[in-house]
């Protein structure tokens, strides 16, 4: 997906992606009953959470992202395609 955003983006520079924060402290504190419950109806949030999106935008050729806290459960990322 995210090689295909870099390959699709001829006149629009900037990739923005919002999403919850692994590392936040409100996912990190979920009481364990909340979490057993998430996990139950989100199976792949294991991938989703340790996947290192960052890392993967400079992978394939975006510039060095910026991460930035959007709100207390979620974070914004940004990252500019090279001119």
Not at 55 to 76: I, N, Y
Request: glycine share 2%; hydrophobic share 45%.
């Amino acid at each position: 997906l995210i090689f295909n955003a870099l390959l699709i983006l001829h006149l629009v520079v900037v990739l923005t992606f919002t999403f919850p924060g692994a590392r936040n402290e409100v996912i990190q504190n979920l009481p364990p009953v909340l979490f057993t419950l998430m996990k139950s109806t989100e199976p792949w949030s294991d991938d989703y959470y340790s996947f290192d999106i960052e890392a993967a935008l400079e992978e394939v050729g975006f510039e060095k992202p910026v991460t930035v806290a959007s709100d207390p459960r979620h974070r914004t990322i940004i990252s500019c395609k090279p001119q």
